[in-house]
């Protein structure tokens, strides 16, 4: 196809498939001639992938070309994910933080829930927002973590079987991206439901 095609197949306008080319985020079409290229359906896939990480994710173009880049240099699977995780869930301000193996307040989690010890955006993450709490005096005990991580754990199963399924990586962003974009929100807003059936239930009768 070609690129008045290409626009009508992906809902693209050509002027933003001419700056997706020029960013470096689109493959170029196969040359017919100086003018011309021919494009085919794995156009259409990063064109459907680009637009999703734009208008449903809100990344930027610099932080799509990141994740793009990647999956064209033929990063794995797990770096991949983990890259995506780092970007959607805004993982990447958070720097290793420093201390001896077993002593960070998220290895107690790692040992509790049997995951694996690896080094992770995530883990220190979760450092990080461990030890915010403790600082302002906000204890989290043991069998507060060990409710959260379980349930986060049967959660986190569902979600990453999804993103094993499809055999395009493009695919495997897309539904690595959106999912934990979307499916972060759902969690949220079921705990407040729950939160608010919770306090009905307690204090309906004081109201």
Do not use: C, F
């Amino acid at each position: 196809m070609q690129l008045k095609e290409l626009s009508e197949q992906s809902g693209v306008s050509a002027a933003s498939i001419k700056y997706y080319l020029r960013e470096g985020l689109l493959p170029p079409g196969a040359a017919v001639h100086a003018t011309r290229a021919q494009y085919s359906a794995q156009h259409v896939e990063r064109l459907d992938l680009i637009q999703a990480l734009r208008r449903i994710v809100g990344l930027n173009i610099e932080q799509i070309r990141g994740i793009l880049r990647m999956a064209d240099d033929g990063a794995s699977r797990l770096e991949l994910l983990a890259a995506v995780q780092r970007v959607v869930l805004e993982l990447d301000s958070y720097a290793t933080v420093s201390g001896e193996v077993g002593t960070r307040p998220a290895d107690a989690v790692v040992r509790l829930r049997g995951w694996p010890d690896s080094p992770s955006d995530a883990r220190n993450a979760l450092n990080a927002h461990l030890e915010l709490m403790e600082s302002v005096n906000i204890r989290v005990p043991g069998e507060l973590l060990d409710t959260y991580s379980k349930a986060m754990d049967d959660v986190a199963g569902v979600d990453i079987a999804a993103t094993t399924a499809p055999d395009s990586v493009d695919e495997l962003i897309l539904t690595a991206a959106v999912g934990m974009h979307m499916h972060s929100q759902l969690l949220l807003r079921l705990l407040a439901l729950a939160q608010a059936s919770h306090a009905i239930r307690r204090y309906e009768q004081d109201a």
